[in-house]
């Protein structure tokens, strides 16, 4: 039997005996456009394709369970925002974002801006320890050079930004892409400057920096599928 066949047989017992009456195997047909072109080296299988929505279907699961825990913490510490911030138009958010790393502003404001990094956290490279001497994609490549850039600058994501779309209303946003590293940067600029205003300790900082909004959990190990 393979993954793609199933086997079948027909018992027959006794008080004393069983033997098989009949056997066989049914295979799965692998028809239709995607089976052609796997065969054809240019699809997908179809085990890759379940892999990739199974992927999509956990990162959604995660994100819901961080935002639950965040939207807990944020009740507890009376940081939730209202209807009216939650509905805040995305200009209106933008400079919100690039104003909290300036100057003071409202513990439900910085509310809103948590929930707001908590659905956009960045790229992040999945590379082990041992593959990181290895050359970046153009992709990863320009993720890091935009990081830079916005560094060289003295801006935050956010700034950077709010800056852009000041000037086009149409900039795209998401075609722009910064790592990880760049969003937690802001976080903690962000934090940093509304630390005493707002009476942050460092204990709720450090708890929806690192166990909740910028949580990773560690990578599997992949020890029981190497062989000496």
């Given at each position: 039997?393979?993954?793609?066949?199933?086997?079948?047989?027909?018992?027959?017992?006794?008080?004393?005996?069983?033997?098989?009456?009949?056997?066989?195997?049914?295979?799965?047909p692998?028809?239709?456009?995607?089976?052609?072109?796997?065969?054809?080296?240019?699809?997908?299988?179809?085990?890759?394709?379940?892999?990739?929505?199974?992927?999509?279907?956990?990162?959604y699961?995660?994100?819901?369970?961080?935002?639950?825990?965040?939207?807990?913490?944020?009740?507890?510490?009376?940081?939730m925002?209202?209807e009216?911030?939650?509905?805040?138009?995305?200009?209106?958010?933008?400079?919100?974002?690039?104003?909290?790393?300036?100057?003071?502003?409202?513990?439900?404001e910085?509310?809103?801006?948590?929930?707001?990094?908590?659905?956009?956290?960045?790229?992040?490279?999945?590379?082990?320890?041992?593959?990181?001497?290895?050359?970046?994609?153009?992709?990863?490549?320009?993720?890091?050079?935009?990081?830079?850039?916005?560094?060289?600058?003295?801006?935050?994501?956010?700034?950077?930004?709010c800056?852009?779309?000041?000037?086009?209303?149409?900039?795209?946003v998401?075609?722009?892409?910064f790592?990880?590293?760049?969003?937690?940067?802001?976080?903690d600029?962000?934090?940093?400057?509304?630390?005493?205003?707002?009476?942050?300790?460092?204990?709720?900082?450090?708890?929806?920096?690192?166990?909740?909004?910028?949580?990773?959990?560690?990578?599997?190990?992949?020890?029981?599928?190497?062989?000496?």
């Amino acid at each position: 039997m393979g993954s793609a066949s199933i086997g079948w047989a027909v018992i027959e017992e006794s008080d004393n005996s069983a033997k098989i009456v009949a056997m066989g195997s049914r295979i799965i047909p692998y028809v239709g456009t995607e089976g052609q072109d796997f065969a054809e080296g240019k699809g997908e299988s179809r085990n890759a394709l379940r892999t990739k929505a199974r992927t999509a279907r956990k990162g959604y699961d995660r994100y819901q369970l961080r935002r639950k825990y965040l939207v807990d913490a944020l009740v507890k510490n009376d940081m939730m925002p209202n209807e009216s911030l939650k509905g805040l138009p995305k200009m209106q958010l933008w400079e919100l974002r690039s104003k909290a790393v300036l100057r003071n502003i409202s513990k439900q404001e910085l509310g809103r801006l948590l929930l707001w990094l908590n659905q956009k956290r960045g790229y992040k490279s999945s590379r082990s320890d041992a593959n990181l001497d290895k050359k970046d994609t153009e992709y990863v490549a320009d993720v890091k050079s935009r990081h830079e850039m916005i560094k060289e600058k003295g801006l935050t994501i956010g700034q950077y930004f709010c800056n852009e779309l000041k000037v086009d209303e149409y900039f795209r946003v998401k075609e722009n892409i910064f790592p990880r590293e760049a969003y937690v940067e802001e976080f903690d600029t962000i934090c940093a400057k509304q630390k005493e205003y707002l009476g942050l300790t460092d204990e709720l900082i450090a708890k929806l920096r690192n166990e909740i909004i910028y949580y990773q959990r560690p990578l599997k190990s992949q020890k029981g599928i190497v062989f000496a």
